[in-house]
């Protein structure tokens, strides 16, 4: 059997993110914003369903239109004549090691002011420059960061428009000292804010941290769930997409269609990413194959998908084990017990994802009371990662494949071998950055993980440089190998990537 190489080259009408749907999300947004006191609005959901490309559009004033409901261009109009909007996507400031925390509040108010003396001054330079990093001046890192807060509170203040602050990834913002949360709050009073977070934001912030009464996250209203896009906003997008196929002298049968619903569910970017290899399967399959090749096996779209579906699956699967899912505060005792191999959310995943048509609800955590079960299905229902259709499904089938995956890996212990699980027990805890990237290294633990797919993997969007990369996993190692100079476990590819060993 051929070999067919499906990338996604540059004509690819599928290779770049566009924004579609999300009405009623944008209807939400309108509602708070242009009330009489423009209110603070949260956007929750899981990591990839588009809460970046949402907040994106809504920081465009130029591309704030929807064609698919006019209805609500007033409200977007009114939107871009009394806003200006700031976007900054804030993932990483809260992931450094404790002693550069205060570095990471100087540089995410630095950061702030500067994509808001873009928006608002033009081709100006900022009157203040970006903070550098010194030895051991945490007071300067505090006195600069306040600086930098008092020039952005006069900016915003003295600017004709109302400034909204879309701050993406706001978990990032959360883990910071506590401070900046209670200077976003006092600059409440001159700007709005517009936040997108994977949990409810109070599951961020231990209340006995807290020195004033009204902590940040009481500064907003009921959040915005935002989950899988409508089958009718997907109609839509398969139907645009069919029409772009044909402008590029491609054309997909009803079954083509149908692959793609059924590989994709209504997830935005599975759908890119299955358009995108169905597009140039159809067209190798006309220009190299003359058409010969049948799809009756799907072998070569299966591939395409699964791998670059891989990323994607791994953050949603490796969401169903943070602590707040389980409505647990970051920082509790209960977070600092050893985690088991799988949660509650990736065992009751897995049980419905082993049903060949689906897995009815006796079947599912079969050892656990009925309302703990019900529980836990309502978490993964409500985010959209199961649905009902007379039994339980997995959302798509590129998700159930990859969750089927997780087993092997997963049914044993954590640990590496009897040698490590000694270890193990005694590992000071790692930063979330440094769990996210040993998180995707046990998942694959025992193959070569590229550098570029680990970072894919891990940040998305302002991804690290490969030394950053290596500085991460020599921390790694200092806190799982007995001789990190000569790690016996996190073995590094001269060239090529990590692989965490099996034995």
Not at 304 to 327: F, K
Not at 332 to 349: C, M, N, Y
Not at 388 to 416: C, D, G, I, N
Not at 469 to 476: C, D, F, N, V, Y
């Amino acid at each position: 059997m051929n070999e067919l190489q499906l990338s996604l080259p540059s004509h690819n009408p599928f290779s770049e993110t566009e924004f579609w749907g999300r009405h009623k999300e944008l209807v939400a947004i309108s509602r708070y914003l242009l009330s009489e006191a423009a209110r603070c609005c949260a956007i929750i959901g899981e990591d990839t369903f588009g809460k970046t490309t949402l907040l994106q559009y809504l920081s465009n004033a130029q591309e704030m239109l929807v064609v698919e409901h006019p209805e609500l261009n007033g409200s977007l109009m009114q939107l871009k004549e009394k806003f200006v909007f700031v976007y900054l996507n804030c993932a990483g400031y809260g992931d450094e090691v404790a002693d550069m925390k205060n570095l990471a509040s100087a540089r995410f108010w630095w950061d702030l002011y500067n994509a808001a003396w873009e928006k608002l001054q033009g081709g100006k330079s900022p009157r203040l420059t970006k903070p550098k990093a010194h030895a051991d001046v945490d007071q300067e890192y505090i006195d600069t960061a306040l600086e930098i807060r008092w020039e952005l509170e006069d900016l915003v203040q003295n600017h004709s428009c109302k400034i909204a602050f879309v701050l993406d990834n706001f978990e990032g913002v959360a883990r910071l000292p506590l401070r900046d949360s209670e200077w976003l709050r006092s600059m409440a009073r001159v700007c709005t804010y517009v936040v997108a977070s994977r949990d409810l934001l109070y599951l961020y912030y231990h209340p006995s941290n807290w020195s004033t009464p009204s902590p940040l996250w009481n500064l907003f209203g009921d959040p915005i769930y935002l989950n899988l896009p409508t089958i009718e906003d997907v109609d839509r997008f398969l139907n645009r997409a069919c029409d772009k196929v044909r402008i590029d002298n491609s054309a997909w049968k009803l079954s083509d269609v149908e692959y793609i619903r059924k590989m994709a569910g209504r997830h935005p970017a599975l759908l890119r990413i299955a358009c995108a290899s169905m597009f140039e399967y159809r067209l190798q399959e006309s220009r190299m194959l003359a058409g010969k090749q049948s799809l009756d096996d799907e072998t070569y779209l299966d591939y395409s998908i699964d791998n670059s579906a891989g990323p994607i699956c791994m953050q949603l699967w490796q969401g169903l084990a943070r602590p707040e899912l389980r409505s647990e505060l970051r920082g509790t005792d209960k977070q600092q017990e050893a985690a088991p191999s799988l949660s509650l959310h990736q065992r009751a995943l897995l049980d419905i994802a082993k049903g060949p048509t689906g897995t009815k609800e006796a079947l599912i955590l079969p050892k656990l009371e009925a309302y703990e079960k019900q529980k836990i299905l309502f978490d993964l229902e409500r985010r959209d990662l199961i649905e009902y259709k007379e039994v339980w499904h997995v959302f798509s089938e590129a998700m159930r494949r990859f969750v089927l995956k997780q087993e092997p890996a997963s049914a044993s212990t954590t640990v590496l071998s009897q040698d490590l699980a000694g270890r193990q027990r005694d590992i000071p805890g790692l930063t979330h950055q440094e769990k996210k990237v040993y998180d995707y290294l046990k998942a694959h633990r025992g193959e070569l993980c590229p550098r570029e797919d680990i970072k894919w993997a891990v940040w998305q969007s302002n991804e690290p440089t490969n030394s950053a990369l290596q500085k991460i996993i020599e921390r790694i190692r200092e806190k799982i190998e007995l001789d990190p100079d000569n790690p016996r476990y996190l073995i590094a590819i001269r060239g090529k990537g990590y692989i965490l060993r099996e034995d």
